[in-house]
């Protein structure tokens, strides 16, 4: 589409699509926009080329076993029709095998089972995924990790949180943790100044063992991290009680 | 292939099943992926795994992590299915995705290098090349576009590259290069509408 835009109004949904104006810049473009929807293409167009940008690069395939490990995860979560499927899908090979391949054996192989067993092979599967990430950190030198202890009715938990440079993603392991009611979640926290950012929630599995892995909140003076208890899985801030500390 | 256009099939897409998913466009493959059809999913991922690898890549400089967030982008295309066929492209709602995704990661690094106040080395392995029958797929669209990149001027290119894959803004483009930061967002914008021009065969 050839733009019949005067060049500074081109220019200026150019720049607020690249995200390089000013506030008050921003406000007339938008004030534009909702005055002549006919704007909305021209935003549209600019921000499907920023999109093509990357058919530029030098195509690079990724390994080969991302495809089979991809696939694999969409197994356990697919309609009956699905199902009947997974009896055709390659088998994995090598650590796939071990760690996806078995309970997928399990699932052709348990079929006709319930929908309960098909939820234990998931949760089972889901485990053994966090566990190996967390096996595969710690077995990295610069690994470290930051203690977290229990305190008030989690006097008896335990853990680390498991960290490696150049990992955006940490892995919390802790035991002990007492099982909440329904509707309550743990929830991770980061400390920074007065603040608190969040990582997210999880639940403590069976025997009170927690194997979660997280995003670290972009932030680039973490001092502690807390664990507290919550009503809602989406929370901003803490507001329930705290029950594990790394006391940094 | 991957240039298979979206036509508006899509929307009268029959119930049974193709003989042949390779066949379909990518909103007819999506179409199907949402009605609980993973092997879609393989299908798509034959297509653009290789742009959104080579994206991530580009941005992390690191197989590992690349690897990791190509898996994140297709799985979370297929979890949450918020694409939308009507409102562009299969290839720039996922280049768009990891190239977010991608800076999101760049970003944190800095928390963690704080975090744990050292680096260790990260192993790096060397890529795959591409084998000839996935090197087909993309051709006609990464020609195009680097066709068009080639006829922007190379000093909007760089800015154009830096604020994009690197996800710096403006005024540490501006540092980096020691050139006032209004030339910065001149050259930046500049750059997109020329490249908008040369591409309209694939926008539209």
Do not use: C
């Not at chain 1, 440079?165 to 392991?173: K, S």
């Amino acid at each position: 589409m050839t733009s019949p835009l005067p060049q500074d109004l081109e220019e200026l949904i150019a720049g607020y699509v690249l995200g390089n104006l000013d506030p008050q810049e921003v406000q007339k473009v938008e004030q534009l926009l909702a005055e002549n929807p006919d704007l909305i293409a021209e935003v549209n167009g600019l921000q499907e080329t920023l999109a093509l940008l990357p058919y530029g690069l030098p195509k690079i395939s990724p390994p080969t076993h991302l495809r089979t490990a991809i696939l694999s995860s969409t197994a356990f979560d697919s309609s009956p029709e699905i199902k009947a499927k997974i009896k055709t899908n390659s088998i994995p090979l090598g650590w796939t095998l071990i760690l996806v391949g078995i309970p997928t054996l399990l699932a052709i192989f348990f079929g006709g089972e319930s929908d309960r067993l098909r939820q234990d092979l998931v949760t089972a599967q889901s485990q053994i995924v966090q566990q190996k990430d967390a096996i595969a950190m710690l077995q990295q030198s610069s690994t470290s990790l930051v203690a977290l202890k229990g305190m008030d009715m989690a006097s008896s938990a335990s853990g680390n949180m498991v960290m490696t440079p150049g990992e955006p993603q940490a892995v919390l392991v802790l035991r002990n943790l007492p099982t909440l009611p329904e509707g309550q979640v743990y929830y991770l926290w980061a400390v920074v100044g007065d603040k608190k950012l969040p990582f997210g929630s999880f639940k403590a599995g069976s025997h009170g063992n927690v194997v979660s892995k997280f995003a670290i909140p972009n932030s680039e003076n973490i001092e502690a991290l807390i664990i507290t208890v919550e009503a809602s899985p989406s929370a901003t801030e803490p507001a329930g009680p705290m029950v594990m500390t790394s006391g940094a | 292939m991957a240039a298979k256009p979206e036509s508006d099939r899509f929307d009268n897409l029959p119930d049974n099943l193709p003989s042949n998913l390779q066949d379909l466009t990518d909103a007819e493959l999506y179409k199907k992926l949402k009605s609980g059809y993973t092997d879609a999913l393989g299908i798509i991922y034959d297509r653009y795994s290789k742009l959104v690898y080579s994206l991530a890549l580009r941005t992390l400089s690191n197989p590992q992590e690349a690897e990791d967030l190509t898996q994140e982008i297709f799985l979370t295309f297929w979890q949450r299915q918020t694409y939308d066929p009507a409102r562009g492209s299969l290839g720039s709602f996922l280049s768009t995705l990891t190239r977010s995704r991608s800076i999101d990661k760049l970003r944190s690094r800095n928390v963690v290098t704080k975090f744990l106040q050292r680096w260790g080395q990260v192993v790096q392995t060397a890529p795959q090349p591409p084998s000839p029958l996935e090197a087909a797929s993309l051709d006609q669209r990464s020609q195009q576009v680097q066709a068009a990149l080639q006829q922007i001027p190379e000093q909007q290119r760089k800015v154009l590259e830096l604020s994009y894959y690197e996800g710096l803004s403006q005024s540490e483009i501006a540092k980096q290069l020691n050139i006032p930061l209004g030339t910065i967002k001149t050259r930046n914008r500049q750059g997109l509408l020329k490249l908008r021009h040369h591409l309209q065969d694939l926008i539209g």
